[in-house]
């Protein structure tokens, strides 16, 4: 397996985790609404235990403070991982398209030329050096001749 599969099957799991424990938070908050209401109806038809009432309530109404601050923070994840997967689609679309057989061959067809252009080079150069050494031999054997 490609490894911007798994990297990418990863971080898919990662924002369905993220999302269920999201989901979680959220019907715990709203539990805990439900409960504050209840109890606060409770309190008003009762007076006897009224301090116990108070402190469950606050109690009830910190826990869904905790749980509201989680599911930021679980949000603020979740973001991060969708970003993250936008990322490795982007990056896997690239790599897709340059591993297309077309792609492949315009790259080879590039290579071949840049090759082409070098060994122009190369025998103009080798021509250059081979007439200098005539030149230079030529030199030579007149300088030897007189």
Do not use: C, W
């Not at 209840?38 to 606050?58: P, S």
């Not at 250059?128 to 031999?137: A, D, H, K």
């Amino acid at each position: 397996m490609r490894p911007e599969i798994a990297a990418f099957r990863e971080l898919e799991t990662l924002v369905r985790n993220l999302s269920d424990q999201l989901a979680g938070f959220r019907r715990r908050a709203l539990a805990a609404e439900a409960r504050s209401r209840e109890l606060e109806q409770i309190l008003a038809g009762m007076t006897g235990k009224l301090d116990e009432v108070r402190q469950h309530a606050e109690d009830t109404q910190a826990s869904r403070d905790a749980a509201v601050v989680e599911a930021r923070t679980l949000e603020a994840q979740l973001a991060a991982a969708r970003a993250d997967v936008e990322r490795v689609q982007v990056a896997f679309a690239e790599v897709s398209a340059k591993a297309t057989p077309e792609a492949l061959d315009q790259e080879l067809a590039r290579e071949n030329e840049r090759l082409r252009t070098r060994l122009h080079d190369a025998r103009e150069k080798t021509g250059q050096l081979s007439e200098r050494v005539r030149f230079l031999r030529q030199q030579m054997q007149q300088g030897a001749e007189r």
